[in-house]
């Protein structure tokens, strides 16, 4: 498979937006070019909201005591659904954060 733990871009080029899901369709198109059955887009914890873009993804597996199971239709679409409806609403965007989630990188700048 091909991962995208070490796939990053700055959010607050506004200039990008979207850069992030254009990433992970160019992952998507890298591994099936190679061969490759899977797509790692990292862990993902259900109800965070700044994890809710891979639940659009699909199919999407879980690791659980057993091993990987897939997500059946029902419930990736229940999945999708509510975080659609606890995404912020379309046109609120101020530049502060990420994916609907206030904060921005400037508390990671150094300081002179």
């Known amino acids: 498979g091909l991962s995208m733990i070490y796939s990053f ?6 200039s990008r937006a979207g850069i992030g899901n254009y990433i992970i369709l160019d992952h998507i198109r890298r591994a099936v070019q190679g061969g490759l059955p899977y797509v790692y887009l990292g862990y993902w914890v259900e109800g965070s909201p700044r994890m809710q873009y891979k639940i659009r993804y699909r199919p999407m597996e879980r ?50």
């Open 63 to 112: 690791l659980g005591p057993e091993g990987w199971v897939a997500f059946s239709d029902a419930e990736q679409k229940t999945l999708i659904d509510h975080a659609a409806r606890s995404a912020r609403p379309e046109g609120i965007v101020d530049g502060s954060g990420k994916d609907g989630v206030p904060g921005g990188q400037g508390q990671y700048q150094f300081q002179d």
């Open 9 to 14: 871009y700055d959010p607050d080029l506004g």
